[in-house]
């Protein structure tokens, strides 16, 4: 079992990439998958999509194929996005449009949404609405929103609130557990043959 975290926030040393941090640990430390790959948006590294892509841009064959390869080999994706304006950052939108070879497809997700409030839900729901259909990444029913996220998920225990803390620990270990099992039953519909790209490559 392979899974991918994505942390979605184009900032560096971001609330993001802690709570990733905090998620690789808690697959390792639970064992709930074999190999983890990390991939942090911080500072933009994807460029806007362009039709480049599509016409063979060795410039965009080089920078994607490394990473594609390694969504490919996974199993399940943590999709970690921050509440911008009530928003998904552009960067993380940006993201999903660059997989169209099958990366993402039948796939598990879980989505992880971050708030320095009590925010966190409208990014749940512009996932949900409009970043899967032609990856056709499929997001599970479970869904983790840290709010507060500063007070909680830090390193240093005095930094952090304890209840909310071990609270969101606690979800985080649970939504995991089911990431799994939900990557190992969606291999058999992926080798079963019906999700076949080569007729209908794009979603409705």
Not at 19 to 39: H, P
Not at 83 to 102: I, R, S, T
Not at 182 to 195: D, I, K, N
Request: hydrophobic share 40%; net charge neutral.
């Amino acid at each position: 079992m392979k899974i991918s975290i994505i942390s979605g926030s184009h900032r560096i040393e971001s609330q993001s990439f802690k709570v990733a941090k905090v998620i690789e640990r808690c697959l390792q430390e639970n064992r709930l998958c074999e190999e983890i790959y990390l991939f942090n948006l911080a500072g933009n590294p994807l460029p806007l999509w362009d039709q480049g892509i599509w016409d063979g841009d060795p410039d965009w064959k080089a920078r994607l194929e490394p990473i594609s390869k390694e969504l490919s080999e996974s199993d399940a994706f943590v999709i970690i996005s921050p509440e911008w304006h009530g928003q998904v950052p552009a960067g993380l939108k940006n993201f999903f449009l660059l997989w169209g070879k099958g990366e993402l497809a039948h796939k598990p997700a879980l989505i992880v949404t971050v708030s320095s409030a009590d925010g966190g839900a409208y990014p749940v729901a512009e996932l949900r609405m409009s970043s899967y259909k032609n990856n056709r990444i499929c997001y599970i029913p479970e869904q983790v929103i840290i709010r507060n996220v500063e007070k909680v998920l830090n390193d240093d225990p005095a930094k952090n609130n304890e209840s909310a803390d071990s609270y969101f620990r606690g979800r985080i270990k649970y939504a995991l557990t089911q990431l799994k099992e939900y990557g190992v039953a969606l291999r058999q519909v992926r080798a079963s043959g019906a999700t076949d790209r080569s007729v209908y490559k794009n979603g409705m």
